[in-house]
């Protein structure tokens, strides 16, 4: 898991009501049963505060909450409820190890910890009200701002429920009008939350408030959206002068919430430092009943609710969220004093997960550079036939070119190939045991360029011996066809280590512009012709037949004279090695500022060895198996 998955995992948790464990007002209530963890299954310790009868408060932990309480009310619990009688169970804390409760019950038992007690649990009950209550109030204080003209009334409005069929039901208070919303539900939430709608507990698209850039304040701050990052960081701050901003603007102020409509996969959301105008792409709003604002925002980033809305955005090039799709947007809703714990938990959780981010990619690169090493030295021991043990029961790659050149033969009578290709290297050990090539009646001494040995039953030959090159498709600009038609062209961008992929950008021919011989037929290779430096020795295989797909003009396909697969194979393995990768960057010739090209000609002028067919299927096989290994 990487860093943005981790991220994404806990702001899924966040809403989920996994991030924290549960917390309880308990004042006035009597404990009936033991809580459970939200996580069935999990370890659950309890820190917890007793109020005795004098007004005092008693702090301990457990982890079984209604023994122990019971035990504080028989006189066996500790002394000091012994002499001060318990009058009911306070408040209790859920955690998930004895340690985080030990650390909790020292805290509670401290200066700080008291003061902390009284003014969040003591003097604020409200904030350990379930979501259920917290709505009413969002309720009562809208009806209000309605009354005072300062909202207009929402023919929309509704209360969401949960029948005794235990489906939940959503109610249009204008109309009465109920519907079941089951399939809208996206997951369950825990006991004193609520669903409710993104447009039922904010100010979205409900209070706006438009300027001119030419009437505003020059020093005030002028946002657009390249002023935040993706996922929602702010980069800078410019005021209205420096932005020199025109046309209208939105106002919005500090704490306002800030969503960007325009490509909201983006996730350009954050709270508002300062106040200032904006772009009319963001959306400032802000929740009612002082619910947590950051909160909103982990929610709106979470992958349920990104996936949500950009399934639901209009536009192509410039993809926007409607106000409906928003305000109609289900919220799962906790208790106050939970959505600032969750808020608190991520905001601590985050600086670990960047640092966790940052080294998982430190690794991850790592083990790409590691795997490219192996695969290479997987690929050189290959060549050199070490890769797996000789046989001499399998023949020798001397009767297998002998093979080869009989299918030349063929395929010169068949009129499918040139008669030129049937003028072979000779190339031969001498008595000094130094390898030579026969260039017309002079024998010329080759070794300076096969630098190691390869097995007995192996040969060295040139590539033109054993493959035909030929460049791909070429056309003219205007030849390319818009609707996706015709055949479609394989560009280097297509070609990856052994694989090649089809993409949402590649062009389309009309097949009358395309030579038949550049249709791509099993057993081809396919390799960048011109390329950068570094990719200069991408080669695929081609898996099946195609009579829609080509290569392109700056593509070479390379055909074996023997059709065999795990020939094509074994030679793109070859071809991938370090010393013919060398080999082909030594022929290259610069192209431009940043490319490369490699030459056909050239390339066929190259030296490779070969091994007998049966070994050629051994060396595919462990290659094959060494690589699975390495994913």
């Known amino acids: 898991m990487n860093g943005k998955q981790l991220k994404n995992s806990i702001l899924q948790w966040a809403i989920q009501g996994k991030l924290v464990p549960p917390v309880c007002r308990q004042a006035g209530k009597t404990l009936m049963t033991n809580p459970e963890p939200r996580d069935k299954g999990k370890e659950c310790w309890f820190t917890y505060v007793i109020e005795c009868e004098d007004g005092s408060f008693y702090k301990g932990l457990t982890d079984n909450l209604l023994r122990r309480y019971q035990q504080h009310c028989?006189?066996?619990?500790?002394?000091?409820?012994?002499?001060?009688?318990?009058?009911?169970?306070?408040?209790?804390?859920?955690?998930?190890?004895?340690?985080?409760?030990?650390?909790?019950?020292?805290?509670?038992?401290?200066?700080?910890?008291?003061?902390?007690?009284k003014k969040e649990v003591v003097d604020k009950p409200e904030n350990f009200e379930p979501a259920s209550v917290l709505l009413k109030r969002i309720r009562k204080e809208k009806e209000r701002l309605i009354k005072e003209k300062k909202i207009k009334c929402d023919k929309n409005a509704s209360i969401i429920y949960r029948g005794d069929d235990n489906s939940y039901y959503e109610k249009i208070l204008a109309t009465g009008e109920v519907k079941c919303i089951d399939d809208e539900v996206p997951f369950e939430i825990p006991q004193g939350w609520e669903w409710c709608r993104l447009g039922e507990i904010s100010t979205y698209a409900q209070i706006k408030r438009k300027i001119n850039a030419s009437n505003a304040?020059?020093?005030?701050?002028?946002?657009?959206?390249?002023?935040?990052?993706?996922?929602?960081?702010?980069?800078?701050?410019?005021?209205?002068?420096?932005?020199?901003?025109?046309?209208?603007?939105?106002?919005?102020?500090?704490?306002?919430?800030?969503?960007?409509?325009?490509?909201?996969?983006?996730?350009?959301?954050?709270?508002?430092?300062?106040?200032?105008?904006?772009?009319?792409?963001?959306?400032?709003?802000?929740?009612?009943?002082?619910?947590?604002?950051?909160?909103?925002?982990?929610?709106?980033?979470?992958?349920?609710?990104?996936?949500?809305?950009?399934?639901?955005?209009?536009?192509v090039k410039m993809p926007r969220v409607s106000t409906e799709t928003m305000t109609s947007l289900l919220v799962p809703l906790p208790p106050l004093s939970e959505q600032f714990r969750i808020d608190i938990k991520a905001k601590e959780l985050m600086p670990y997960i960047d640092e966790y981010g940052k080294a998982q990619d430190k690794l991850n690169k790592l083990n790409e550079e590691l795997s490219y090493i192996i695969r290479k030295s997987i690929l050189q021991e290959a060549i050199q036939g070490k890769l797996v043990p000789q046989i001499a029961e399998e023949g020798t790659a001397q009767e297998l070119l002998e093979q080869i050149k009989a299918e030349k033969l063929k395929l010169v009578k068949e009129g499918k190939l040139k008669k030129s290709a049937l003028n072979d290297s000779v190339i031969f050990r001498g008595d000094d045991n130094k390898y030579y090539e026969q260039v017309a009646d002079c024998p010329i001494c080759i070794d300076e360029f096969l630098p190691f040995q390869i097995p007995e039953t192996w040969v060295w030959c040139k590539i033109k011996d054993l493959l035909d090159i030929q460049t791909g498709a070429s056309f003219k600009k205007e030849q390319a066809n818009a609707n996706k038609k015709g055949i479609r062209i394989l560009r280097g961008g297509n070609i990856l280590p052994n694989k090649y992929i089809f993409k949402d950008d590649d062009v389309f021919v009309a097949k009358e512009f395309v030579n038949e011989n550049t249709l791509l037929k099993r057993n081809y290779i396919i390799t960048p012709a011109v390329t950068s430096l570094e990719n200069i020795g991408k080669m695929t295989v081609v898996e099946k037949d195609y009579n829609d797909v080509s290569a392109g003009g700056f593509v070479f396909i390379i055909r074996p004279y023997l059709q065999e697969f795990t020939h094509s194979l074994l030679i793109a393995f070859f071809l991938q090695s370090p010393f013919l990768i060398e080999m082909m960057r030594g022929i290259t010739k610069k192209s431009g500022a940043a490319f490369y090209n490699l030459g056909k000609e050239r390339l066929k002028e190259l030296y490779i060895p070969l091994p007998p067919f049966k070994e050629q299927q051994r060396i595919v096989a462990q290659i094959e198996k060494l690589f699975e290994q390495l994913h």
């Open 74 to 117: 028989n006189g066996t619990g500790a002394d000091y409820t012994k002499t001060h009688k318990p009058k009911q169970l306070y408040y209790w804390e859920m955690h998930y190890s004895k340690e985080a409760a030990l650390q909790r019950e020292k805290y509670l038992k401290s200066g700080a910890g008291r003061e902390w007690f």
């Open 217 to 315: 304040d020059t020093q005030l701050w002028g946002l657009d959206l390249e002023d935040i990052e993706k996922g929602g960081r702010l980069l800078n701050i410019k005021t209205v002068g420096e932005r020199k901003a025109i046309g209208d603007k939105t106002v919005f102020n500090r704490g306002d919430i800030l969503y960007s409509k325009l490509r909201p996969y983006l996730l350009k959301i954050l709270v508002a430092p300062e106040g200032g105008i904006c772009t009319p792409e963001i959306i400032p709003f802000t929740c009612y009943g002082n619910i947590c604002k950051d909160y909103i925002v982990s929610f709106l980033k979470s992958p349920y609710v990104d996936d949500y809305i950009n399934s639901a955005t209009f536009g």
